[in-house]
């Protein structure tokens, strides 16, 4: 028997991360969340190029599909081919056929120029007519002054602003630097140490997985009065596994919680991208509820319809290849691993 529900939504994702599988050990062993960002994922976002990204940003829609994950907000970084980067990442989603919501993580990690180009990447791209938020990479890497513009281009362009919020201690000012700026349309990714009240305005992008890795804390997100959604934070885009974790981390601090809660963060992160309500994704398992779902391992799609069109069935995508834009992917990886 199948079930049919509507499209998932991956609500924080870094695309550009999926060729790091099986990439060189960093120089020596991160012992903080700091290092495992200056060690590992500095390193590779500037190592890419148009090329490595198209590959990865490839991949990882079509993971995202065959999840029956229909649309990504996604996260971007890659400080030496900044230019033309977002449109490099809608057309790989939309060759797989995916829904993408880009922004680019603007920093001043490498200096003011970065900066003012991460903003313009995010202006062109908006401006052109794509689909996006302003990105902003996180308080503790930007400037007042970026992070002031940052938020004045998102108002000027009626979008709002997709930034790690208290992923880490090094983000403990957040709060305090960023009130006054965020609206109720920007997206907080992780919030892990955000404190419960006064709070931010905007949405929550809660990612289990990613912080469980990272040992950066669980981030209690029930406690929030903010909106709350599930992301992966660039671990593949496999919401209902996504789920499930979301659950057992939450009754490992709540032994009352039960499933339906992070069943309405799962749906919640449809109010993002509310076209992926008309989306249709037939399950091999049925009934899809939290109760069943949670505690149903390998649950898989069979047919996926996005915007009326078959864009998987039980051969697999119906747009691209999967097995050519994995092989192209593992050469790609290949590439980049040598540069790291």
Avoid: K
């Amino acid at each position: 028997m199948t079930a049919t529900t509507p499209g998932l939504v991956c609500a924080h994702h870094h695309l550009y991360s999926a060729l790091a599988r099986g990439m060189p050990p960093p120089p020596r062993t991160p012992r903080s969340f700091g290092q495992i960002l200056e060690q590992i994922w500095w390193r590779l976002d500037v190592a890419l190029d148009l090329e490595l990204l198209r590959a990865s940003a490839m991949l990882g829609a079509l993971e995202a599909l065959e999840q029956g994950t229909t649309a990504i907000v996604d996260h971007h970084e890659s400080p030496t081919a900044i230019e033309g980067s977002l449109t490099v990442i809608a057309e790989a989603c939309a060759e797989v056929g995916v829904r993408v919501v880009c922004a680019y993580g603007v920093t001043d990690r490498h200096g003011a120029d970065g900066a003012r180009r991460g903003l313009e990447e995010n202006r062109r791209f908006l401006t052109e007519g794509g689909r996006g938020l302003v990105g902003v990479h996180a308080a503790f890497t930007c400037t007042d002054a970026t992070l002031e513009a940052a938020a004045g281009l998102a108002r000027d362009l009626g979008v709002g602003v997709h930034v790690h919020v208290c992923e880490g201690p090094e983000d403990a000012a957040a709060p305090d630097r960023l009130a006054g700026l965020a609206r109720e349309d920007w997206l907080l990714a992780h919030a892990v140490h955000l404190p419960t009240r006064p709070t931010l305005p905007g949405t929550v992008a809660h990612n289990p997985r990613s912080n469980l890795n990272n040992a950066v804390g669980y981030a209690r997100p029930a406690r929030l009065a903010n909106p709350v959604v599930l992301g992966s934070d660039g671990i593949g885009a496999a919401m209902l596994d996504e789920f499930r974790l979301a659950h057992l981390v939450h009754r490992a601090d709540d032994v009352t919680a039960t499933p339906d809660t992070a069943w309405g963060w799962l749906e919640a992160g449809r109010a993002l991208v509310p076209e992926t309500a008309g989306d249709e994704v037939s399950w091999d398992y049925d009934p899809m509820d939290p109760w069943h779902v949670a505690f149903t391992p390998g649950i898989r799609p069979v047919r996926v319809v996005v915007d009326g069109e078959v864009v998987l069935d039980e051969h697999g995508p119906t747009r691209v290849d999967a097995a050519q834009v994995r092989a192209h992917a593992r050469e790609q990886a290949r590439r980049l691993h040598a540069r790291l």
